[in-house]
Nanobody, 115 residues
Framework: QVQLVESGGGLVQAGGSLRLSCAVS????????MAWYRQAPGNQRELVAT???????NYADSVKGRFTISEDNAKNTVYLQMDSLKPEDTAAYYC?????????WGQGTQVTVSS
């Protein structure tokens, strides 16, 4: 059974930084890709960033240049470094793993950015 456990969320002022972590049960190489999504109240869940096991990354336009996704294969952990945070980044952030046709989700971690 795949387990994803997020941590690192919290309250931060606009312009500040946070780093989210996602601990993965099993090797990251067993997945096609890892990703971070976010969902604000009343909004649909949206893709923030993706990374393949070999380090290819993609970002939503809204976070390009401010967020960085990375992975530590030895620790089976995926990170999301978030800099220059804005109030509109406030959301629950979810780690996601894709393997074949199946997606797996973590429980989410809340990020709140105050103005």
């Amino acid at each position: 059974q795949v387990q994803l456990v997020e941590s690192g969320g919290g309250l931060v002022q606009a312009g500040g930084s946070l780093r989210l972590s996602c601990a993965v049960s099993g090797s990251i190489f067993s997945f096609n890709a890892m990703a971070w999504y976010r969902q604000a109240p009343g909004n649909q869940r949206e893709l923030v960033a993706t990374i393949t096991p070999y380090g290819t990354t993609n970002y939503a336009d809204s976070v390009k240049g401010r967020f960085t996704i990375s992975e530590d294969n030895a620790k089976n952990t995926v990170y999301l470094q978030m800099d220059s945070l804005k109030p509109e980044d406030t959301a629950a952030y979810y780690c996601n793993a894709l393997r074949g046709g199946s997606r797996y989700w973590g429980q989410g971690t809340q990020v709140t950015v105050s103005s």
